[in-house]
DNA sequence: AGTATTTGTTGGTGCGCACAACCTATCACG
DNA sequence: CGTGATAGGTTGTGCGCACCAACAAATACT
């Protein structure tokens, strides 16, 4: 049933919400007194209380008292996320397949990139199985509890099938089903950009804000995740943020998915690296190149300034679009577009938001991502931590938790 | 709190939410039996009973004997609506303030048109607030009890202030407050086109998508409404849905707005007019004319052919852009895009997104809006009962419902 | 040391939903 | 036209959960 204003309940939807809630909140705080636990969720202290307590028993979240606080009144203990329970972040790419085990909260336990040419899908689950098996027999006091993964291509929504990543050369590969046979666990695969947008939201420069735009810029195009009132948009069936595929102009150059002047044919991450002359830099080697070439000409019409100026005049058109279309709080930059962004003068950024309408641009604050390198990793895990912290005590039965937790 | 993946509950809210999803659906649906809410929401058999009989006590629903229905079984009564509790519905236009009564399923009871040339905020306050107490007084055996207002202007979210009504020559006022206190009851406003998209949704051309793109052209732009997942999108202010501000051509003619070659600067209702000969057409008058000329022309390459298929060209790049970043299930075409659709050929809609990715593209239903002239007196009165439909026993108390009931 | 302040703890309360057993209304079929 | 099958409303019981109020504990301020 769509658009329905509310679902129903039941009264055991109200212990598990109220579990989630607490536990989503450790998770993203990484430590947060029971005092703020009540405050932040309204519910009443003795509540609080047994909902930690339960949190507790399953292996979840530790308690231990707060050192670095001070003030009158009895001392609030700390609840902070255990490494008990992990989940398998894993990122296919070209010539490798980075496996990672992630903690509540989000920080990176072990991770290993194990390195294949172009691997088929059969491959990657081979590999991304075994290197999660390997790194969890390395963590015997921890047990993976479920599996993400982010893909280099537009992943079907619900299943997790990837229909299309042209990187891999893969289609229709039912990537996130082959996982969780190959692992025995849950398993959900998703759109490398969405997943990068939803690590940022969470931990990096989209922290706090409600709605929020994200484009990421890589070497075979320019990718995008969108988030409204805090819900990551996935579209009727996965494949929404793909701002890379925007229209910017329409007598433009071909664009490789066949129309013409996209946002990624007009802003491609090899017309800033040749312009710095690097074959193959990373995103912070070519940031730091940009930035050197742009401050070594000193002036706007030199030959790197004037590309990062063309791109951004690109980019700024595309930006107009789609803060007048969706009005974000914040916009967050990752990839090339980052190192674009932080390489154009005051002014031209100043500008980029000029032809949008006033009300909706001024409020708009723009951000270089925050997380770097292990950002589709933690936004893999956040895809697998979703299905476990929405339902904590149905994942995890008390016996489990008490009878390897000393 | 933003982005949290879910907000507490008690006890009390799981009732709240009950009464609510039941009340929804028979506002919906204008008309449901037991068993099809028993099945629809997937409560007890018991508890749908009891969650309608509190409804009936608060005078918001009758039960009676469904006729039409056959087959074995005891049958089960059908839960109707009432028209014991109403909403106004107000719609400040050019040189009309335009009010109704509105039954809850969507259903205008009473509606009164009232001419006032570019009226001002208070002006229209006034005249809004007079005209519902009149009708309200033609109808005494109902009660209103909140209103709403679909604004041709840019509402912020929360205090629904119009930041800036540029036909009405409006800006930074006070709407819904002013409106709340005049009448002495709930009252909310919002971007007339949102709310358009609100009306197809959930009583039009929507009905039944999870995430739709609404475009309404009028005779001062092209305004949108976006629904995600069921969920109307507002942007962080308000400001969201702006499609007619989409960038199509960055080297196109300026646009009202300050910036160049938006979608509305492109696709303007004028140019349609002008090509059929009419000074000013409602919507129906330029459909109908459109398509005769259209089929007058019986050749592609006759006049109004012409401007139609160039204006349908730049709607189909803006199309493709937000299809490609939105993913939606359906998009619903209003005013006179919905009559520059119709006037199209076959051949030129199926080429609309061609452009698109496909794998987006392929499931994209384009349809025509269904509701016409009262789609914003029922999106506002949507508006208006969304807080009603929340928390359906909050407003009522028993004795009011009870004393003037029966 | 005494008081104010904040917070955890405990037992009692109310309430909403699930469940099961029972009752009722229709249809189908011989 | 009666009997069985089927669908669905009705009633009473029990359980789970969050709230509340009073109490206990741990700090800071004077």
Known sequence: MPNSRSTPLDTTAVRRRNLSAVLDLVHRRRGVTR??????LGLNRSTIGDLVGVLVAHGWVDERDDQTRSGVGRPSPLVVTRDRWL????????????VALVSLGGEIVARRRTFV??????TAVEVA?????????????????AAGVAVPGLVRRGDGCVRLAPRLGWRDEPLAEALREALGMPAAAANDAHLGSRAELTFGAG???ASVLYLNGGPSGIGGGIVVDGRPVEGSAGYAGEIGH??????????ACGAHGCLEALVPRAALTAAVGLAHPDDDELDAALQQA???????????????????????????????LLNPERIVLGGHLAALWRASSADDRAASLAEALPVTATDVRIEVAALGAQRLLIGAAELAWDGLIADPTEVVPLEAAGASAS
């Not at 005092?35 to 932040?40: C, E, G, H, P, V």
């Not at 199985?129 to 509890?145: G, I």
């Not at 070594?296 to 690109?314: F, K, M």
């Open 294 to 324: 742009v401050t070594a000409e000193g002036d706007a019409t030199g030959p790197v300034s004037s590309i990062v100026r063309e791109q951004l005049g690109w980019l700024s058109i595309a930006l107009r679009s789609v803060v007048n």
């Open 207 to 209: 922290q706090g804000a």
């Open 117 to 122: 040419e172009r691997p088929s899908a059969a």
């Open 246 to 255: 925007l229209s910017v102009d329409p007598r433009g150059i071909a664009c």
């Open 35 to 40: 005092a703020d636990l009540t405050r932040a």
């Open 87 to 98: 989940v398998a972040a894993i990122n296919p790419e070209l010539d490798v397949i980075d």
């Open 129 to 145: 199985a075994r290197v999660v098996r390997e790194l969890s027999a390395e963590h015997p006091q921890a047990t993976v509890l």
